[in-house]
Structures are given as structure tokens and as C-alpha cells.
């Protein structure tokens, strides 16, 4: 497939869960033991699956507990062919010591590009494999420098990549071509590019310029002169967040994405002759589009609508734009994985699912044209618990403390009868430029399989809901979306959910700065009066922010220039300060869990740190683990493990069966 930009489907990093069930819950009479967190953490599905030519399958998978690239065989042939486990064959191409982060196949499945990097430090390299011998050779290997694959040529020929070898602060432009096993520049303008299709000639290639979430530039460069032609599609005066969808049949107009029209991100047609744009698909102008993307030849276009936080997926026939008929499915998240010829490979995620992967076969649109054909690729190992009695989310709306509509999944425990209050977890996604959408999360089963309730707002700031509300909290804005997240949880009491003090909040990146935050909105709420006792009995920090000024000094340089446009420049410190935690923890009066990685190249573990010294001498004992093998996160199995063992054990005595009043008003 051309391209399709990675869906923010946010589900709670690292949510794991408790190491006891609560209390009220622990007999569960005349049925066998329940499952532990250490099998929840083990479901597993593979990840990115790609059709190779001789009908096996490349994916990513972690049964030794970070992920590596396989590749499965079915036993049969031709159509009938089974990717079941039980009848293929599978073999481990790479053994990363830190995992796989990403591959990408070229369109004649000849050859396959590796990402991957050391330590969780984000510095992904290149290297090249053979599907067949499994054979590396190394494309770009500077342990200093991250690059990533944008697009291939037609022929498999050459791609193009994006780095920062040239420049620690800029993503630069490069085209590798393996007959003469180089690579060439094609862009060193600043900032941080990105190609998304090239013409069949290689003569001309679709870029775009990140500068931030709501002001994304187009562009076609034209690769002989280096010269620029802007297409990105805004208001004369002012700025848009566009993105690529890629050229047209003939390569005389392009598809792209724009939030031109009322702040919501629709599909847009240009000619790039006249410079005409058109909607050509106005039955999806409802919703905003998480993303589209072509399949090689370009003669079918595959789209994602954001409907309320569900992802759902359309197919249709270019260049006419005829719909095509997608299958049947239960609600959730629905993503594309690849298009290549006419078939399109997709995954379904939510609660009851777990990300598995389909092909659907289409048949051009005309008279006695074929129902498309839909065939399983992977299989969930589910350690033995049935994800079919999992409980879907409710989709529920709160009011602001300013009036503004709040949109939530909140999940119940199964056989939770509504009005009856329990201990609840409220998770903030990260970004914030991101959204919480109703795909699958083994921690959140588990917590809702122990009694507990868990809630996703989507505060403001949020994506899938409009330009308008994703830029309600860029710079001076920003705690109104703390109040959002607290507002989370007056409603939870309110609404009969849940009980003061038995709240938690919990987070991880931006979510953490978000975690903590609102625990100290909270007590200021109590302090000056406007309600008697607080809403939340703890917090669960994961590599969150706590000191933005601090972040912004010491997080990678690209990185600082995308995230001064969202919190606030380093030039204006005292307002990076008056919105930073750090500066209130006297406010925290409820215990804490912090987890960070050592090598986080996003947040520095520096701000765990702060936060941990800080409580300790106001004479607060936080639990902190810091991983020393990983950065933004726990990709590991081992330590998601640790981590969850722990921080399960300290919700369940903060707001669960053993919570005890540790702490005073």
C-alpha cells in the first residue's frame, strides 16, 4: 500500500492491573481459579502482517517476550490454504536483543527493510534482509541517527528515507537505490520531512513538512531542480493540517487530507495542473478521516472514519470512487495493514478482539463482478481466558467546567449492576495530540476482571473531534484540559459510578503529565472550597512530564521544536513553570507510582526523578521503578511484568478492597 499514517489508537500503556482481586470478589464459587496477570500480559496477537508473492506471510511476534520478524508458511496451497497455527510453519528471521521496530516489504516482496534500534533510544537504523536466505546487510547503521522508510519506488528499485544524520534537529530526505547500494539526498531543507509517493519515473515526489499537529505542509518536489511546489490545501490566511494520501491514476492529481472545512479532516481531490480541489467523498464528511491510503497499482483507495472514536473502514474503486462492500464486523477499531493488488489486509481491535488480521480480495466494480472473498490471517494465543465474554466499553458525554462536551469510554466489570458504586481507574491517553479509541487492552480486562471500573476521557486537545477542539489546550490553554480530567471524575461520583477517594488516575506521557496534574487541580478544588473531599486516592505516573520547562530543555532537539508550538516556548519560562506539577507538590496528598525508562529519548528520566525527590522530602514514600533497558515505555515482556505486578499490588491498596485512609484531607 502507498501509505497510510499510523492510527493514534490509544489503549493504556502499560495499564496492567492487580495483583489480588479485590476483596468483595475474591471467592468466585464453583468455578476455577482466575486468570493471572502474567496471562493477560501473554495474549498475543502478530502484528503487521504482509502477503509475500508465494502466499506466506511476514509478521512481527513475541513469544520470547519482545518482537521479532517471522515468517509462516502454510502447509497447503492455492486458495484453500490455512494460516491457521496448527497448519503453517513458522520461522524466526531476526533476534534484535531489543526487539523489531518496524519492517517494511517492497512491492515485488524481494526484499524487506528492518527497523530497529538499541536500548528504547528511538534511533531506528536500516538494514536490508533477504525473505528467502534471511540474509542482513546494513543500509544505515549510525546508532546516533534515526531514520525511517517513507515509500518505495514501483519497481522495488530504490526507496526513500527520512534521517537526521545531517542534522540532529532535522529530518532530511534521502533516496537508496540498491543497484548502486548508496544513498542520495533529495531534500536538506529544516525541519521535519516526510515522503508519501513518487511518480513512476521517479521524477517527482509528494513531501510534507511536520511543524506541528495542527500545521502540516504539502508539497511535490521536483527532484531534478529541487524545487518545491506548495499543494498544501488552507485558508489564504492561515495554516491547515494536511496529509498525503498519494498520486492519482496518471499522476496528474493527488489525494490528500486537509482540515480546512469546519476543522474537520476530510478528503480532498487537486488537480495538479489547474490547482482545483474537489471533495470526492462527500457521504464522509460526518467525521473526521484518521487516515487513506492507495494499493500500488492505484486503482482502489482504502479510508478510516473516525466515528465517535470507532474506526471504520471503506474501500472504493479509482478513479471513479465507486464504494466497494467491506465485511461484516463487530464494532471497534478497523485499520488497514496493506493494500497490495486488490487485496486489502485489515485488523479488527476492541475489547474482544485483539488485533486480528483479515485479507479481503475485491473484484473491480462492473457486471458480474465476484463478491470479495475474506480470509483470517492470525490468531490470538489466549492464554486460555475467553475474550468473547470481555465487556465492550459504553461511549458516554460529560460536561465541562465551562460547558464544553466531554466525550469517554468507560468499561464495567462483568455483572456490574449499574448504580452501584466501585473503585475506578481514569486513564489519560498521551499526546495530547492523540485520542482513547475502544481497541483491545488485556490491563483493562484485568482491572475490570478484579471489580474495578476503568474510564478514558477524551479531554481537550484531543484528536478526532476537529481542529477546534484538538487546539483548546495549545499553550496558555493547557490546564483547562486538567480541569477536563478531573471533571472526569466528579461525574463518576455524580453518576453514581464510583466514590470519593476511590478514584485513581493513571497515565503515560503526556498521560502522566495529565495524572499527576489533576491531582493537584483536585486539591485545589478542596482548598478553595468548591467541594469538601478529594476525588482521587491515587496516582499512577508512567514517563510523564512533570516540569515542562525542564522537558523542554533536555528532550531530543527535534523533538523540542514540535512540542514548544503545543505547551509553550522555552523563551516564556515562567509560564512553562506555573503549569508545571512540580511546582505544587504540595498539593499531592495521595500516594504515588512512578515508572519511567532510563533511555526514555522523549520525557528524561529526569522527571521521575524530580517528582520522586520532591515527594520524599515533603516526607511521601512513592514507589518508582525505573527500567534500565528501556525508554518511552516497557516494550519488554519482562518488565511490562515487573511493572504490572507492582503497580497492581498499589492500586489495590490505594482504592481497591485494602485501601486504608493513609493520608488526610
Known sequence: MRRF????????????????????????????????????????????????????????????????????????????????????????????AEGLSGFSVSPDGKRVVLMHARGGNENTQLTLLDPVTGGTSPILANPKV??????????????????????????????????????????????????????????????QQFVSASDVKCHELDVATGKLKDLTIRPADGTAACEIVGYMPGERAVLMTSDLKDGMKRLYLKDLKSGAVREPLPSLSSFEIDGAGTNETRDFLVVVA???????????????????????????????????????????????????????????????????????????????????????????????FDGTEISAFIYFPPGHQ??????????????????????????????????????FPNVRGSTGYGRAFQMMDDYKKRWDSVRDGVDAA???????????????????????????????????????????????????????????????????????????????????????LSVSSIQKVDKMKVPFFIAHGFNDPRVPVEEAMQLATALKDRGQNPRVFIAPDEGHGFAKLDNRIYFNERAVAFLE?????GAVATMKP
Not at 371 to 397: C, H, M, N, Y
Not at 431 to 446: I, K, L, M, V
Open 653 to 657: 491498596e490505594t482504592i481497591g478492597a
Open 418 to 455: 449499574k448504580g452501584t458504586a466501585i473503585p475506578f481507574v481514569v486513564n489519560y491517553h498521551g499526546g495530547p495530540e492523540s485520542q482513547s479509541r475502544p481497541g483491545f487492552s488485556a490491563g483493562t480486562q484485568y482491572l475490570l476482571s478484579r471489580g474495578f471500573g476503568v474510564m
Open 306 to 400: 473516525n466515528e465517535d472514536g470507532y474506526g471504520v473502514t471503506y474501500v472504493y474503486s479509482l478513479p471513479d470512487f465507486k464504494p466497494m462492500a467491506m465485511p461484516p464486523t463487530e464494532k471497534g477499531v478497523t485499520s488497514p495493514a496493506g493494500f497490495r493488488g486488490a487485496t486489502l489486509v485489515w485488523t479488527r481491535s476492541n475489547a474482544r478482539s485483539a488485533g486480528n488480521a483479515f485479507a479481503t480480495t475485491f473484484a473491480k466494480p462492473g457486471k458480474g463482478a465476484a463478491a470479495p472473498v475474506t480470509k483470517q490471517l492470525t490468531w490470538t494465543e489466549e492464554q486460555g481466558i475467553d475474550l468473547a465474554s470481555f465487556p465492550l466499553p459504553e461511549l458516554v458525554r460529560y460536561p465541562a
Open 146 to 207: 534515526q531514520a525511517s522508510l517513507n515509500t518505495w519506488f514501483e519497481d522495488g528499485s530504490a526507496f526513500i528515507y527520512s534521517a537526521n544524520d545531517a542534522s540532529p534537529n532535522d529530518f532530511y530526505l534521502y533516496r537508496w537505490d540498491f543497484a548502486g547500494g548508496k544513498a542520495t539526498r533529495l531534500l536538506g531543507e529544516p525541519g521535519a520531512w516526510g515522503a508519501s509517493d513518487v511518480t513512476r519515473d521517479g521524477a517527482r515526489v509528494l513531501v
Open 490 to 576: 466528579e461525574w463518576l461520583v455524580q453518576a453514581g459510578h464510583a466514590t470519593p477517594g476511590r478514584i485513581a488516575t493513571y497515565g503515560g506521557s503526556y498521560g502522566g503529565f495529565m495524572s499527576v496534574a489533576c491531582i493537584v487541580e483536585d486539591q485545589e478544588r478542596v482548598d478553595r472550597g468548591a467541594r469538601k473531599e478529594r476525588m482521587f486516592g491515587a496516582c499512577v505516573d508512567i514517563v510523564g512530564v512533570v516540569n515542562l520547562k525542564s522537558f523542554l530543555e533536555k528532550t531530543s532537539g527535534y523533538r523540542r521544536k514540535l512540542r514548544e508550538v503545543e505547551y509553550g516556548p522555552l523563551t516564556d519560562p515562567d509560564f512553562l
Open 5 to 96: 499514517p499510523t492510527l493514534a489508537v490509544c489503549l493504556a500503556i502499560g495499564l496492567g492491573s492487580i495483583a489480588m482481586p479485590l476483596a468483595a470478589r475474591a471467592a468466585d464459587a464453583g468455578s476455577k481459579s482466575p486468570a493471572t496477570i502474567q496471562q493477560f500480559l501473554k495474549i498475543r496477537t502478530p502484528g503487521a502482517p504482509t502477503i509475500l508473492p508465494d502466499g506466506s506471510l511476514l509478521l512481527r511476534d513475541w513469544p520470547d517476550g519482545v518482537n521479532q520478524l517471522y515468517r509462516v508458511t502454510p502447509k497447503g496451497a492455492g486458495a484453500a490454504a490455512s494460516y491457521e497455527p496448527a497448519n503453517t510453519t513458522s520461522v524466526k528471521l531476526t533476534d534484535y
